[in-house]
C-alpha cells in the first residue's frame, strides 16, 4: 500500500501563485510515476502534470508554462507549482502515484482562484 496526503491547497486571486505538496509514504519502493489530477464541479477528473521515477515530466496542454512539477527523492514528496492561476483552474487537486499495476490516490486538496 501507498499513502498520499496532499497539501498546500488555498484560495489565492488570479495571477497568483500556490504550491502543492504530496507527500508518499508506506511502500514506495518501485514507484514508476507520480502526478496531479484535479476535477472542478461537474466536470470528469483531468490530469495535470506527472513525473517519472527518472525525472521526466508531462504536462497538460492547459498548464503548460505555468504550472511546474518536481520531486524530492529524500522526502518522498511530489510538488506542484501553480504560477499566473486562474479562475478556471478552481478545482480539487489529487496526487496519484502508480506503482505497477495499481494506481494509489491521495484525498484531494482544494484550490480555489478568485476572479
Known amino acids: 500500500q501507498v499513502q498520499l496526503v496532499e497539501s498546500g491547497g488555498g484560495l489565492v486571486q488570479a495571477g497568483g501563485s500556490l504550491r502543492l505538496s504530496c507527500a508518499a509514504s508506506?511502500?514506495?519502493?518501485?514507484?514508476?510515476?507520480m502526478g496531479w489530477y484535479r476535477q472542478a464541479p461537474g466536470k470528469q477528473r483531468e490530469f495535470v502534470a506527472s513525473?517519472?521515477?527518472?525525472?521526466?515530466?508531462n504536462y497538460a496542454d492547459s498548464v503548460k508554462g505555468r504550472f511546474t512539477i518536481s520531486r524530492d527523492n529524500a522526502k518522498n514528496t511530489v510538488y506542484l507549482q501553480m504560477n499566473s492561476l486562474k479562475p478556471e483552474d478552481t478545482a480539487v487537486y489529487y496526487c496519484?502515484?502508480?506503482?505497477?499495476?495499481?494506481?494509489?490516490w491521495g484525498q484531494g486538496t482544494q484550490v480555489t482562484v478568485s476572479s
Open positions: 508506506g511502500s514506495i519502493f518501485s514507484i514508476n510515476a
Open positions: 496519484n502515484a502508480v506503482r505497477q499495476p495499481t494506481t494509489y
Open positions: 513525473i517519472t521515477s527518472s525525472g521526466s515530466t
